[in-house]
Nanobody, 124 residues
Framework: RVQLVESEGGSVQSGGSLRLSCAASGDLYRTYCMGWFRQAPGKEREGVAAIDSVGRTTYTESVKGRFTISQDNGKKTLYLQVNSLKPEDTAMYYC??????????????????WGQGTQVTVSS
């Protein structure tokens, strides 16, 4: 199993930026996917972005062009650079891992390890 720990999120004004990180420990198979998910109050959790072990990425439509997912394989750390933040981006953000990984996706069904979540708040 993989253990995931997110960095502290933050509070920013609309248009601001943050970088979230997620440190992984434990066994990552040679093929894996890692993703960022978020859950706003009163809403279902949604996938935001995902990356696989060879660096391919996928994003949900609402964040394309504003969010960038990346990883440092040597440090086993996942990042999410979030720019041009909007109040509707306010949510608890979770990182997750799927190992092994069947398909690169932001659907949460195949992710089997989750972090504890970190809060991002965007004020207008």
């Amino acid at each position: 199993r993989v253990q995931l720990v997110e960095s502290e999120g933050g509070s920013v004004q609309s248009g601001g930026s943050l970088r979230l990180s997620c440190a992984a420990s434990g066994d990552l198979y040679r093929t894996y996917c890692m993703g960022w998910f978020r859950q706003a109050p009163g809403k279902e959790r949604e996938g935001v972005a995902a990356i696989d072990s060879v660096g391919r990425t996928t994003y949900t439509e609402s964040v394309k062009g504003r969010f960038t997912i990346s990883q440092d394989n040597g440090k086993k750390t996942l990042y999410l650079q979030v720019n041009s933040l909007k109040p509707e981006d306010t949510a608890m953000y979770y990182c997750a891992a799927s190992t092994p990984c069947a398909v690169l996706t932001t659907w949460e069904y195949q992710y089997n390890s989750w972090g504890q979540g970190t809060q991002v708040t965007v004020s207008s």
